[in-house]
């Protein structure tokens, strides 16, 4: 009797597993095809999609992008509707490009431009953001990283921990440190080619992290070295940092873990963020990286994103300009984030005054992200981004996910020799600072 019991426990329970797996495969298939038939508008624009940054039409124009790897015809896939920044801003009609030959376009940025230390190009200007293990899912995070190392350019742990599956992609993923120190160790350190140091986020200046107790599963609590379902904070500032010459002992302490790393410094963008900046340039860093208001998850306190941080478009030209006055703009990266949104945008930060920018949102959104804002609930992602949750995670599957990050950044490459080509200049290095190329209008 007790044996057949077993038994029958154990055909429900694989039952159950199966069933499951079915629910998964079905939502999975649901979403991967619903994506490539939204922006065909056969059901019409879904009710409620989007903002005025993100308007519907660019998030459609991203899933687009995502599917076919080509720029939109039928949508606006330039700028949104803000009525400000980037959504007024366009380049002038010089209408003198060199040639069609799509190889005669660099499109390559350098994230060393120190004299020592690895010289390390990518082939685009543009990486991943810090997302951690925590905040989203492991499967979006091996996505993103799948796309990184076969596109040669970076992805980024973010603050919660270097997840071992991350591993087989190394030399494309950035380590990062942030106030709270979760998962930060020497193996992982000593793992990366670039480490970079969080000291504020532009969604949420002066406010630190906060990882909801929800999405603190056993996987992520053992990750960040804490306790399963207990909140999780990040706090602000570094409390061992007060001045340049402690900011100069971290990057010190990184090049002693690990003396063949760049340094990259994040810092949101307070009204001296030039002040900021070149401190961190004689604290030794090798990359700027400037984060401005309108970016973030929609974890990010509603209340501090995009009323805290200056906005991306006025930092930029102001610690590019005063980097050129102090004479060491040719030293350092400036990497841009906080509100790129599209490959306008990011050759707009460019002709600004960055190198190249940061990407977080626009990753999501080429994945599924509909800016529905449920980013800090543990089952709020409805389409596995944002989520811990073992069955939601799974609804992304790595490689997909991978591919559609890889055709928007094709499509984006595409724009990008267009906008050159345009405004008469063979690589977007020569763009750099170019502010009388850009229109206000
Ligand atoms: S779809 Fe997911 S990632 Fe996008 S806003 Fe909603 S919860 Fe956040």
Not at 5 to 19: D, F, S
Request: charge should be neutral; aromatic fraction near 8%.
């Amino acid at each position: 009797m007790q044996c057949s019991t077993k038994i029958w426990k154990g055909r429900l329970l694989l039952g159950l597993i199966g069933e499951n797996e079915l629910v998964i495969n079905k939502h999975r298939e649901r979403i991967n095809h619903g994506l490539e038939v939204l922006p065909t508008l056969k059901f019409g624009v879904p009710g409620g999609l989007g903002n005025k940054r993100w308007t519907s039409e660019l998030i459609l124009a991203t899933y687009e992008q995502a599917t076919t790897g080509k720029p939109p015809v039928a949508f606006e896939y330039k700028v949104g509707k803000s009525g400000g920044g980037f959504d007024r801003l366009d380049f002038k009609k010089t209408g003198n490009g060199p040639p069609d030959d799509e190889e005669s376009f660099d499109l390559s940025i350098q994230l060393n431009r120190r004299p020592s230390g690895p010289k390390i190009d990518i082939p685009i200007p543009v990486y991943g953001a810090g997302m951690s293990f925590g905040s989203v899912s492991l499967n979006f995070m091996l996505a993103r990283a799948i796309a990184a190392k076969r596109l040669n350019t970076f992805t980024c742990t973010g603050e919660g921990g270097y997840p071992p599956q991350l591993l087989d992609y190394k030399d494309h993923v950035i380590t990062q440190v942030a106030t709270g120190m979760f998962g930060v160790r020497e193996d992982t350190i000593q793992a990366a080619r670039i480490v970079e140091f969080k000291y504020a986020q532009g969604a949420k200046p002066g406010l630190g992290g906060h990882l909801l107790a929800d999405k603190v599963t056993s996987e992520v609590a053992s990750m960040r070295e804490s306790v399963p379902f207990t909140g999780l904070y990040s706090p602000f500032p570094f409390h061992s940092v007060y001045s340049v010459e402690d900011h100069r002992k971290h990057v010190d302490w990184m090049r002693i873990v690990n003396p063949r790393c760049l340094v990259s410094v994040k810092v949101s963008t307070p009204v001296d963020v030039d002040m900021v900046a070149i401190g961190s340039y004689y604290a030794n860093a090798n990359i700027i990286h400037i984060d401005g208001g309108y970016g973030g998850t929609g974890a990010a306190p509603e209340i501090a994103k995009k009323n805290i941080a200056m906005p991306i478009e006025y930092a930029i030209p102001k610690v590019h300009q005063y980097l050129m006055a102090e004479g060491v703009r040719d030293e350092v990266t400036l990497m841009a984030s906080g509100g790129i949104r599209t490959a306008y945008d990011v050759t707009k930060a460019i002709a600004l005054g960055a190198d190249g920018c940061v990407i977080g949102t626009a990753e999501c959104v080429a994945v599924g992200c509909t800016h529905c804002g449920n980013c800090e609930r543990g089952r709020g992602c409805q389409v596995g981004i944002t989520t811990t949750d073992p069955e939601l995670t799974q609804l992304i599957d790595p490689e997909w996910g991978a591919q559609r990050i890889m055709n928007l950044y094709n499509s984006w490459c595409q724009q990008w020799k267009t906008i050159l080509k345009n405004l008469g200049l063979r690589s977007i290095r020569e763009l750099r600072g170019r502010t009388d190329l850009l229109v206000y209008g």
